[in-house]
């Protein structure tokens, strides 16, 4: 019996591929894979989706010559970002994610999940397959913008259902897309008491808020353990609506992952919360 090929794991889904890059029908050219792994230290080994966050307008006209040549092969003068939140202390807003080989391949993305879901789920199912991904994360940048989009995720969870995908949110209909889809976890980005990242001060502020109301609160060990990475961890972010409620986060930023940390007596007490959770 001849072996199977990652290109004839492509093809049965309609993808070309020619060893290291898979041919964009939408855009006539070839792409990467849409899902890149190991390339984000935090991520660790799994699969990353990002795309263009915020809701500012791409325009043609500003953009810097790597997001014009996306947007001409995708015949697009301009876009809105993918969150419409404008979040304080956003990490996509520093680091790499200001490269402009990162925006254009966010906006590329972004294009993508907008005008040509069908390719891109197929694309995206024929990489986890070929790649035999097990995990996958949603969104290191973004966030859901429509229902329809939300519902190719759904579709995608559903035909991969032994890969664990997880993500963050800020909008409900995202929350309830996933409410019964078993291997997805999503997290919401915001609670009751603001946002689910910020410095040690507000966490334990939001952690107590949170937990005399009766919810039940995780911290997440990456402002603390810096050798924790995402695919090793089982709890959390990936345990939400089993073991948790809420999934909080000491603020950080891709190249500083110590900015919430202002007060060591304040960074002290959340060490010894997440001591004493299961990590």
Known sequence: MARITKKDV????????????IYCEPLKTYVAPMLPFGTNTKVGKAGTWSMTHGDEIVNYT???EKVKEIMELANVREIAGSCPFHCPDCYCDNGFYNYDSNKALNLMKLILAKFHR???ERAIVAQIKADKIKQVRIHASGDFFSLEYAQMWRRIAETCNDVVFWTYTKVQFA??????VTNVFIVPSVTPFGFNFGTCSELLYRYNKLTAMGYRVHICACGTDFEKHCSDCKHGCKAVGIECDFVLFIKHS???YKAGVTDPEEFAKVCEIIKNQTN
């Open 118 to 120: 069908d390719w891109l």
């Open 175 to 180: 929350l309830d897309t996933f409410q019964d």
């Open 62 to 64: 500003d953009a810097c």
């Open 10 to 21: 492509y093809a049965e889904h309609g993808i070309e591929f020619n060893g290291k890059q």
């Open 254 to 256: 891709t190249n500083d």
